[in-house]
């Protein structure tokens, strides 16, 4: 935390990254050379899928009365979506930080008015449709601070990890991969949660042999998965090492898939924008195909985000 809270701060803005698990919050500087410095941060788990409209309408209502400076509010996430407190929609690629703060959803939640941030969708370099909600914020965020390459390839990974292809400083276009998510359905319940333990998931001999596996064209992914389970029955995989080899298999299975569609991935260093225990492990599965990274942590590349985008809308707005 930096800043006085207890100053002359009117015209303060605040940000919220409002997913399904989490709420992230920041209170930033809104003039001045110190515009978009952090001045609070507020965090629960008390995404939008656990709430109901009161519950939603009860949160803001606290972060205003923690941040009564603030003057503007914005949100990004699944807060515009279906399941959220209004559904924002989604803006088309190709676009740009002007195009997307022009789509900004202006609604009312309780006695505060809020602009939700819209989703990105985009037509695949396959033909086939995509989507993100949340990511966008931090794609233009960093983009505006020059923290990204204006044209190249970035990937987002998590739960479920973005692979994005950047062209004159806009979103082109992008793929998302459901390997986090898999790996936490296998390893929790099912025939494959039997033969894990409590071992943590780290690069290493196993990994890396899953990440060759998957990665490869054969055999198929979900022939590789039940693999798994036979190979730990039959000894040639220790059970301490099998979520290391299983979430191998779904990252190197991934990054194949990534590198088909955008192979420009492999030519420059690939940022990586996500919480650092994921990122570390795409670090080393793109290591281990020789290509390099670097790593930028999803909290501030939200800061970054809101504040490229109240910077861009009051000047419209002005």
């Known amino acids: 935390m930096s800043g006085d809270l207890n100053g002359d701060r009117q015209g303060d803005f605040i940000g919220i990254n409002w997913g399904s698990s989490n709420c992230r919050a920041w209170l930033l500087r809104g003039a001045g050379e110190a515009t978009g410095e952090v001045v609070d941060a507020w965090s629960e788990p008390a995404g939008v899928a656990g709430l109901d409209r009161a519950g939603m309408q009860a949160l803001v209502a606290g972060l205003l009365q923690r941040w009564p400076s603030a003057s503007r509010l914005y949100a990004c996430g699944m807060v515009g979506s279906n399941i959220g407190w209004e559904d924002a929609g989604y803006a088309d ?10 789509r900004l959803h202006a609604t009312r939640i309780g006695e505060a008015e ?3 941030v819209p989703g990105l969708a985009c037509r695949r370099a396959d033909g086939a449709p995509d989507i993100m909600r949340g990511e966008e914020t931090e ?4 983009l505006r601070a020059g923290r990204l390459p204006r044209d190249g390839v970035v990937a987002l990974p998590g739960t479920h990890t973005k692979w994005v292809r ?5 979103v082109e276009e992008f793929v998302t ?24 998931v780290k690069p290493g001999k196993a990994f890396n042999e899953g990440l060759a596996r998957g990665g490869a064209d054969r055999p198929g992914l979900g022939t590789l998965l039940f693999g798994a389970r036979a190979r730990v029955i039959r000894g040639d995989l220790p059970r301490d090492e099998a979520a290391s080899y299983l979430r191998g298999l779904l990252i190197g299975s991934e990054i194949a898939d990534a590198l088909a569609l955008y192979p ?12 650092n225990p994921v ?14 990274s670097r790593s930028v942590d999803a909290r501030e590349a939200s800061v970054f985000g809101f504040a490229a985008l109240h910077a861009m809308s009051t000047a419209v707005a002005g």
Not at 94 to 99: N, R
Not at 166 to 170: I, K
Not at 179 to 200: K, Q
Not at 279 to 292: D, H, N, S
Request: glycine share 16%.
């Open 93 to 102: 690629c190709p676009i740009g930080l002007d195009g997307l703060a022009g």
């Open 114 to 116: 809020m602009a939700i």
């Open 139 to 142: 794609l233009f965020g960093l």
């Open 166 to 170: 950047l062209r004159e400083g806009r």
């Open 177 to 200: 991969a459901m390997s986090g998510e898999i790996f936490d359905r296998l390893t929790a319940a099912g025939l494959l949660a039997s033969i894990v333990s409590d071992a943590p």
């Open 264 to 275: 420009q991935a492999a030519e420059a260093p690939v940022t990586l924008i996500g919480a």
């Open 279 to 292: 990122c570390e492990m795409y670090a080393a599965a793109l290591a281990g195909m020789g290509i390099g």
